[in-house]
């Protein structure tokens, strides 16, 4: 792979959104950093500490009840662990969930790779994540199985009857991917404009040179 090209400006702790799309050389401010994530079991430890010693593709959803959240993890889920090894790169998800949403929602989806969450979104919010919906074309995600009706249905359902009744975060909050590391060098920001505006998984692959991941064996689109 080419080198990141130099270093233009830095991410910075301000809340403020920088420009989507690549922003390749760039370093994470320090205070971004420092922010805490969450574990299955409640243990804080800095955001940075998860890209400190290897690359990272850090996968940021919107919500756990998101019906297109839960698809797009449960492909991630396929990635082999070999795959990821092969090119000493790190896979993590991150949610804005309380860590208790953690464990079910492995289950759920099958992902077994990291996984944390910020339940304050403060490092959504530092690193310009959007809220709201921009209402723009994403075109067909290879990572959808349900259509909106009855995804929305399954996320009400699976709302109900959890455990805890909540969004298992803010609906309001977009996600996006960014690929870091080792050390605080962004080589790759997505910020998601609405909740289709994912990145297709096997094109952040190939920016880390992970072997491309066959995500078509599954039912097609349902219509109801």
Known sequence: MAAPAPVTRQVSGHAAPAP???????PLAAAVAELPVLD???????????????????????????????EYVEDLAKIPTSFLQEADVTLIVIGQSSYHHIEPFCKLTG???????????????????????????????????????????????RAVTGPLFD?????????????LGPGNTIHFIHRDRNRLDHKPINSVLQLVGVEHVNFTSRPSVIHV
């Open 20 to 26: 989507s799309g690549p922003e390749r050389g760039q």
């Open 40 to 70: 299955a079991s409640g243990k804080r430890l800095p955001f940075g500490a998860l890209f400190r010693e290897r690359r990272a593709v850090v996968v940021f959803v919107r919500h756990f009840l998101c019906y297109i959240c839960k």
């Open 111 to 157: 992902y077994s790779h990291e996984i944390y969450v910020d339940p304050e979104r403060e490092i959504y919010k530092r690193l310009g994540m959007k809220r709201g919906e921009e209402i723009v074309s994403s075109g067909q995600s290879p990572h959808v199985k349900s259509n909106m009706l009855l995804g929305s249905i399954q996320s009400l359902w």
């Open 167 to 179: 969004f298992q975060g803010d609906p309001a909050q977009q996600g996006g991917t960014i690929i």
